[in-house]
């Protein structure tokens, strides 16, 4: 990225059931040159347990931070949260910090890449829709889901929903999140949420 050194990605997962989709994810991303970690929520854990992703990737949690969320959002030049549920992208919108994904987005000085996860119903409502405008107003890139056949927790099934773009247009978004990303993010673009939280 500035012709020393890889750059730095970090991914953030939280608990949907997408998080099933990382591994095919962080391999692809291992065809670019990156340093990769991996931050996942506890709901997150519990879908994707952390001592089986740790094979794969370096990887923390709640229960073990690593060097903690201040020294994490330094480390990275980009922060994906991927998936991000609807309770998470709640927490973000609003500068909320309820766990260690949570508490490194704030202290992230740049831009997030957030890919959203959830029902089609719940990305439609409301409350999601102003989440969203109030990510996008502070400088954050989301990326729109698309329509797919996805399983549905609550009927057993396949259905008609929503769920992140294909892994490959997924990569070309981070490959291009990262053109320019050495300088902090500059404090006048930083919205509210982030300005309260000490950004």
Not at 42 to 52: C, W
Not at 98 to 123: E, G, K, Q, Y
């Amino acid at each position: 990225m500035n012709g020393k050194r890889p750059a730095r990605v970090l991914v953030g997962a939280t608990g949907s059931i997408a998080i099933l989709q990382l591994p095919a994810f962080l391999g692809a991303l291992r065809s670019v040159r990156l340093d990769l970690k991996v931050v996942l929520t506890p709901t997150a854990d519990r879908f994707l347990p952390a001592a089986t992703l740790a094979h794969l990737i370096e990887t923390v949690t709640d229960g073990d931070p690593g060097d903690g969320h201040v020294r994490l959002s330094r480390w990275a030049d980009l922060l994906v949260v991927l998936p991000c549920t609807a309770h998470t992208l709640s927490n973000l919108a609003h500068g909320a910090a309820p766990n260690l994904l949570t508490s490194t987005a704030l202290a992230h000085r740049r831009p997030l890449l957030i890919v959203p996860a959830m029902n089609a119903d719940m990305w439609a409502s409301p409350a999601v829709r102003r989440n969203v405008a109030t990510l996008r107003e502070d400088g954050h890139h989301l990326v729109e889901p698309v329509a797919a056949q996805v399983y549905e927790a609550a009927s057993g099934g396949i259905v008609p929903g929503i769920a992140p773009p294909p892994i490959e247009e997924l990569v070309a978004t981070v490959k291009a999140e990262l053109r320019g990303r050495l300088a902090p993010m500059p404090r006048e673009c930083v919205g509210p949420a982030l300005r309260e939280a000490g950004a």
